[in-house]
């Protein structure tokens, strides 16, 4: 299964939540555990994941961060 096809966004699914195919589990959450420190391995157990779902997590949130625009604020 590719990155793409780990990914689903479906309103019947966590109100339209990016989340790993076949379960309930945001992206969100999978990033903001790694966020708040958890390892790899921690999340894969606590969340019963493959450590390619979480690889897909991440590079969903790089690809939207990469695709954002930025702009300084004036001092």
Same mark, same amino acid.
């Given at each position: 299964m590719t990155e793409q096809n780990r990914i @689903? $966004?479906?309103r019947a699914i966590c109100h339209g939540k990016p989340v $790993?195919? %076949?379960t309930r589990m945001p992206v969100t959450m999978i990033v903001g555990s790694l966020? %708040? %420190?958890m390892?790899? &391995?921690e999340v894969q157990r606590e969340y019963d994941l493959a450590? &390619?779902?979480i690889q897909a997590a991440l590079?969903? @949130?790089a690809d939207i961060a990469e695709q954002e625009s930025f702009?300084?604020?004036p001092v």
């Open positions: @689903v $966004i479906d $790993i195919r %076949g966020a %708040g %420190g390892t790899f &391995e450590r &390619e779902d590079k969903f @949130v702009h300084p604020l």
